[in-house]
């Protein structure tokens, strides 16, 4: 197979990849915000038919084909109403954090299962088909963990921001919001450039270190097994 060959093979497979992402984690992502949401009182998300694991209901023209090229991106966004809210900044905070933590909860699950794929007596001889798992598998959790790094900036309109205002002023709040799109505009910019590829990548391995660390007992078990064996 010639490097230009191999290269595109590369490619083929990780965008196929990010494109099971795109049909599993998205849906999860934005149906976490509604449902948090809805557990809080505001059936906006409920009543629009977003709390649905449907990926057609949760696409946006501009992240997923962000997600696609670049692995980070971000879904339509569920509306939500904090005036149905008892508190509606804490209200805001918590269903924005909804999101990202349903990505790193998806990395974890899906570390457990790439971990446990190293069992020999799951799949016996077939060791290529548990090469070819693993490898979908552990570019899942990356992608998982960086969309859940990416939407937890505090920059408009990701979940970050929405975050942050449960620590900012409502007037400093309003003003910052008055430059959304223009922010919006930038954040595409640094995407598009990869200024940001460095510390999105720090974030993204140090949440990743901390899933391997969370998942050791999984090591534990594989340890005992090769030992009874």
């Not at 979908?136 to 942050?164: C, E, H, K, Q, T």
């Given at each position: 197979?010639?490097?230009?060959?191999?290269?595109?093979?590369n490619?083929?497979w990780?965008?196929l990849?990010?494109?099971?992402?795109?049909f599993?984690?998205?849906?999860v992502?934005?149906?976490?915000?509604?449902y948090v949401?809805?557990?809080m009182g505001?059936?906006t998300?409920?009543?629009?038919g977003?709390l649905?694991?449907?990926?057609?209901?949760?696409?946006?023209p501009?992240?997923?084909?962000?997600?696609?090229?670049f692995?980070?991106?971000?879904?339509?966004p569920v509306?939500?109403?904090p005036?149905?809210f008892?508190n509606?900044?804490k209200?805001?905070?918590?269903?924005?954090?909804?999101?990202?933590?349903?990505?790193?909860?998806?990395?974890?699950?899906?570390?457990v299962?790439?971990?446990l794929?190293?069992?020999?007596t799951?799949?016996?001889s077939?060791?290529?088909?548990?090469?070819?798992?693993?490898?979908?598998?552990?570019y899942?959790i990356l992608i998982?963990?960086?969309l859940a790094?990416?939407n937890?900036?505090p920059i408009?309109?990701?979940d970050?921001?929405?975050?942050?205002?449960?620590?900012?002023?409502?007037d400093v709040?309003?003003k910052?919001m008055?430059?959304?799109?223009?922010?919006?505009l930038?954040?595409?910019?640094?995407l598009?450039?990869?200024?940001?590829?460095?510390?999105?990548n720090?974030?993204?391995?140090?949440?990743?270190s901390?899933?391997d660390?969370?998942?050791t007992?999984v090591n534990?078990?594989?340890t005992a097994?090769?030992?009874a064996?």
């Amino acid at each position: 197979m010639s490097l230009f060959s191999s290269g595109l093979h590369n490619a083929l497979w990780l965008l196929l990849i990010r494109a099971i992402v795109v049909f599993t984690a998205l849906p999860v992502h934005e149906c976490a915000h509604g449902y948090v949401a809805l557990k809080m009182g505001d059936h906006t998300a409920e009543q629009q038919g977003r709390l649905t694991l449907n990926p057609l209901a949760h696409f946006d023209p501009i992240g997923t084909t962000a997600l696609l090229l670049f692995g980070f991106g971000w879904a339509k966004p569920v509306p939500i109403n904090p005036f149905y809210f008892r508190n509606p900044k804490k209200g805001m905070m918590l269903s924005a954090l909804a999101g990202p933590l349903s990505n790193v909860a998806m990395a974890f699950l899906l570390m457990v299962i790439y971990k446990l794929l190293y069992i020999p007596t799951i799949f016996g001889s077939s060791a290529s088909f548990v090469d070819t798992l693993q490898m979908i598998l552990y570019y899942m959790i990356l992608i998982n963990v960086g969309l859940a790094v990416f939407n937890l900036l505090p920059i408009p309109p990701l979940d970050g921001s929405r975050v942050a205002t449960y620590f900012l002023p409502r007037d400093v709040y309003f003003k910052i919001m008055q430059y959304e799109n223009i922010i919006f505009l930038a954040l595409l910019a640094l995407l598009w450039t990869g200024v940001l590829n460095r510390p999105l990548n720090y974030l993204q391995d140090a949440v990743f270190s901390g899933l391997d660390l969370l998942t050791t007992p999984v090591n534990w078990l594989l340890t005992a097994i090769a030992a009874a064996a």
